[in-house]
């Protein structure tokens, strides 16, 4: 599997982890005062930015050389 | 006083801000509305960011989490995360290499190229201002009724006591308002001002300053203001929390006072058990309007590089987390029995977090958090006047004038003009306080969600077609209207569209989706039906967007 390919399907897992209806009616506090949905949606943006990292490294969509400026610029 | 005080020098410091940033202004419509593309990595993060944190992020979380419990994190703010880093990673980078390569300053005009149409700027164009201006609207009254509120005075037995203005400071029509139980009684200061900065002042005077560092700095000043401002808001909101928890908690060390004010939450706020799972998971296509925010759109062409994309598709969930975490467990600690609401506090939920402030924190605080609220306000509002004008002047008024084209420095000027006439009209339209602004603004979002599979389709399938095109604005336009009317033209907050399902399913026999979902099929089903059953774009359209695909 291409990592392109890992990070994609690790974005989909991001969204299908998001659903959490294992956590719907869980009223815990993770380390005394954070509540366990919360937390979890706190990992959740966590886990967002090292996926897009992860994205950024294997699957950037565009070469870093700028285009040619302005070819059919309008100003 | 000391908070109009620090209102007023943090104003200031913004149009220093605005004027230092005119001086580096190069005098061409290129860079007055993209900064000559020469945004960097820092600055295209704190500006994407700034522009779409609006006073939502601040006093609207906190309310939120105070209605409805600590599961609207879940549902507003990760999701978020993950969307918009997604929309700026599958759009801003190809917008910004094609805008660069074809000199593209708006929506319009990529579209008009890509579509092959030119007449599609005369659907587009109302559609996306429309949108926008209620947007516009939500900003320029939150910021009026946020310096009101905080300036203004108590009522002890039927008298406004300890505001910073006597009543008499200012003109009657100014500073008296109307019972709005009684609206036949004679207006009073009681419904008035209450002794704080009259509303019609406040929103003029914070028009004033956006418009005079947008009109001198143009997308540069816009851009180097809202960096400022969300280091503002970022830092502001963390400190609000530290004192807010240290003070509601009453414990000797700030983590007992945490764990304090966190046990006492009642059960149905720490869990999710009055959101339908299914409006939960349909809340994740609003964000999608992030996609076609023109504004957005404009500040994704200012950027220097590809490259300097990657820092704001990585940190954008972490600033989100940032913001949003800590609001959100303040509006939850709201609802314990350590602090009492009032009743007229905890029937405007956006009220929670200057009350708790204003009342456990002081007023030093208390300035320097509304000037957090006024940054997370003034930091959209300048990117959106700034948009309209370069909309205008590009999509309108070069068009109109075919081959006669205007010089750069009349561009320059049209441009300016357009965004002091867009300023006034929507002072002028927030005087007449539409009351259903607020609910107007997820509508809004929506509008713009149902037209993010224009952009997708644009970016990534060679088989869209104008007419297509055309089909997909109509239906987002047209399921939008309808969905709109059926909600009671907003007054209906909680309005879903509902599923039947056999109960076997779900218990309540139906499936509760927010309207967007609806909307976004529409459009969808729209594009993908029209432009299959038309004919293709021309091999030159399909070589210019789709290099690796022509024949």
Same mark, same amino acid.
């Given at each position: 599997?291409?990592?392109?390919?890992?990070?994609?399907?690790?974005?989909?897992?991001?969204?299908?982890?998001?659903?959490?209806?294992?956590?719907?009616?869980?009223?815990?506090?993770?380390?005394?005062?954070?509540?366990?949905? /919360?937390?979890?949606?706190?990992?959740?943006?966590?886990?967002? *930015?090292?996926?897009?990292?992860?994205?950024?490294?294997?699957?950037?969509?565009?070469?870093?050389?700028?285009?040619?400026?302005?070819?059919?610029?309008?100003? | 006083?000391?908070? %109009?005080?620090?209102?007023?020098?943090?104003?200031?410091?913004?149009?220093?801000?605005?004027?230092?940033?005119?001086?580096?202004?190069?005098?061409?419509?290129?860079?007055?509305?993209?900064?000559?593309?020469?945004?960097?990595?820092?600055?295209?993060?704190?500006?994407? #960011?700034?522009?779409?944190?609006?006073?939502?992020?601040?006093?609207?979380?906190?309310?939120?989490?105070?209605?409805?419990?600590?599961?609207?994190?879940?549902?507003?703010?990760?999701?978020?995360?993950?969307?918009?880093?997604?929309?700026?990673?599958?759009?801003?980078?190809?917008?910004?290499?094609?805008?660069? *390569?074809?000199?593209?300053?708006?929506?319009?005009? #990529?579209?008009?190229?890509?579509?092959?149409?030119?007449?599609?700027?005369?659907?587009? #164009?109302?559609?996306?201002?429309?949108?926008?201006?209620?947007?516009?609207?939500?900003?320029?009254?939150?910021?009026?009724?946020?310096?009101?509120?905080?300036?203004?005075?108590?009522?002890?037995?039927?008298?406004?006591?300890?505001?910073?203005?006597?009543?008499?400071?200012?003109?009657?029509? %100014?500073?008296?308002?109307?019972?709005?139980?009684?609206?036949?009684?004679?207006?009073?200061?009681?419904?008035?001002?209450?002794?704080?900065?009259?509303?019609?002042?406040?929103?003029?005077?914070?028009?004033?300053?956006?418009?005079?560092?947008?009109?001198?700095?143009?997308?540069?000043?816009?851009?180097?203001?809202?960096?400022?401002?969300?280091?503002?808001?970022?830092?502001?909101?963390?400190?609000?929390?530290?004192?807010?928890?240290?003070?509601?908690?009453?414990?000797?060390?700030?983590?007992?006072?945490?764990?304090?004010?966190?046990?006492?939450? =009642?059960?149905?706020?720490?869990?999710?058990?009055?959101?339908? =799972?299914?409006?939960?998971?349909?809340?994740?296509?609003?964000?999608?309007?992030?996609?076609?925010?023109?504004?957005?759109?404009?500040?994704?062409?200012?950027?220097?590089?590809?490259?300097?994309?990657?820092?704001?598709?990585?940190?954008?969930?972490?600033?989100?987390?940032?913001?949003?975490?800590?609001?959100?467990?303040?509006?939850?600690?709201?609802?314990?029995?350590?602090?009492?609401?009032?009743?007229?506090?905890?029937?405007?939920?956006?009220?929670? /977090?200057?009350?708790?402030?204003?009342?456990?924190?002081?007023?030093?605080?208390?300035?320097?958090?509304?000037?957090?609220?006024?940054?997370?306000?003034?930091?959209?509002?300048?990117?959106?006047?700034?948009?309209?004008?370069?909309?205008?002047?590009?999509?309108?008024?070069?068009?109109?004038?075919?081959?006669?084209?205007?010089?750069?420095?009349?561009?320059?000027?049209?441009?300016?003009?357009?965004?002091?006439?867009?300023?006034?009209?929507?002072?002028?339209?927030?005087?007449?306080?539409?009351?259903?602004?607020?609910?107007?603004?997820?509508?809004?979002?929506?509008?713009?969600?149902?037209?993010?599979?224009?952009?997708?389709?644009?970016?990534?399938?060679?088989?869209?077609?104008?007419?297509? *095109?055309?089909?997909?604005?109509?239906?987002?336009?047209?399921?939008?209207?309808?969905?709109?009317?059926?909600?009671?033209?907003?007054?209906?907050?909680?309005?879903?569209?509902?599923?039947?399902?056999?109960?076997?399913?779900?218990?309540?026999?139906?499936?509760?989706?927010?309207?967007?979902?609806?909307?976004?099929?529409?459009?969808?089903?729209?594009?993908?039906?029209?432009?299959?059953?038309?004919?293709?774009?021309?091999?030159?359209?399909?070589?210019?967007?789709?290099?690796?695909?022509?024949?």
């Amino acid at each position: 599997m291409k990592p392109a390919h890992v990070v994609w399907a690790l974005v989909a897992l991001l969204i299908v982890a998001h659903q959490d209806i294992w956590f719907w009616d869980d009223a815990r506090l993770i380390f005394g005062f954070l509540p366990i949905t /919360l937390a979890y949606h706190a990992g959740i943006s966590l886990a967002a *930015a090292g996926t897009w990292y992860l994205a950024t490294l294997f699957c950037w969509p565009v070469d870093d050389a700028a285009p040619s400026p302005m070819t059919e610029d309008r100003s | 006083m000391t908070q %109009l005080l620090i209102i007023g020098g943090y104003l200031g410091l913004l149009l220093l801000l605005g004027i230092g940033a005119s001086r580096l202004f190069r005098g061409t419509s290129q860079d007055y509305m993209l900064a000559s593309h020469s945004i960097g990595p820092f600055l295209l993060l704190m500006s994407i #960011f700034g522009t779409t944190m609006t006073a939502f992020a601040l006093v609207g979380s906190t309310g939120e989490s105070f209605k409805e419990g600590v599961g609207v994190y879940g549902m507003l703010a990760s999701s978020s995360g993950i969307i918009h880093s997604l929309c700026f990673f599958l759009l801003g980078v190809k917008v910004w290499k094609l805008g660069k *390569a074809h000199g593209y300053r708006t929506q319009v005009q #990529f579209f008009r190229d890509r579509l092959e149409s030119r007449r599609i700027g005369l659907v587009l #164009f109302p559609v996306l201002v429309g949108l926008v201006i209620p947007y516009l609207l939500i900003g320029v009254m939150a910021s009026g009724t946020v310096i009101n509120k905080v300036t203004a005075g108590r009522i002890a037995e039927g008298k406004v006591v300890g505001g910073t203005f006597a009543e008499g400071t200012f003109p009657a029509f %100014l500073e008296q308002g109307k019972n709005p139980k009684a609206p036949t009684d004679p207006p009073s200061f009681l419904y008035g001002s209450q002794g704080g900065v009259p509303k019609q002042l406040a929103s003029l005077a914070i028009c004033g300053i956006v418009l005079i560092y947008v009109f001198m700095g143009g997308m540069r000043g816009t851009a180097w203001a809202n960096t400022f401002q969300t280091l503002v808001f970022m830092v502001l909101g963390v400190v609000t929390f530290v004192v807010i928890a240290w003070k509601l908690g009453g414990q000797d060390s700030f983590w007992a006072s945490l764990q304090t004010a966190s046990a006492a939450i =009642p059960y149905e706020k720490l869990t999710r058990l009055h959101i339908p =799972p299914e409006k939960f998971l349909t809340y994740m296509f609003v964000p999608l309007s992030v996609g076609m925010f023109p504004h957005l759109f404009q500040h994704w062409l200012t950027a220097r590089s590809a490259s300097s994309f990657k820092l704001p598709v990585v940190a954008h969930p972490l600033f989100i987390a940032i913001v949003w975490v800590p609001c959100v467990l303040i509006g939850a600690w709201a609802t314990s029995d350590l602090i009492t609401i009032p009743p007229p506090v905890a029937a405007n939920p956006n009220a929670v /977090l200057p009350f708790l402030v204003q009342k456990l924190a002081g007023p030093v605080l208390g300035g320097f958090l509304t000037a957090g609220i006024l940054a997370a306000i003034m930091s959209s509002l300048d990117s959106q006047f700034l948009c309209l004008g370069t909309m205008f002047t590009e999509d309108v008024v070069q068009p109109l004038r075919g081959s006669r084209r205007l010089s750069d420095q009349h561009e320059l000027l049209v441009a300016r003009g357009f965004i002091i006439a867009i300023v006034a009209l929507t002072y002028g339209l927030s005087l007449l306080e539409p009351r259903r602004v607020f609910t107007l603004g997820v509508w809004c979002f929506s509008g713009f969600s149902s037209l993010f599979p224009l952009i997708l389709a644009a970016l990534y399938w060679p088989r869209l077609t104008k007419a297509g *095109a055309y089909a997909c604005v109509l239906a987002a336009a047209g399921s939008w209207l309808w969905l709109f009317s059926a909600s009671d033209f907003a007054g209906n907050p909680n309005f879903t569209v509902n599923i039947p399902v056999p109960t076997a399913i779900d218990a309540d026999g139906a499936w509760q989706l927010m309207p967007v979902a609806a909307m976004i099929a529409a459009s969808t089903a729209a594009i993908v039906i029209v432009s299959l059953l038309t004919k293709p774009p021309g091999q030159q359209t399909i070589k210019r967007f789709f290099p690796s695909r022509a024949d």
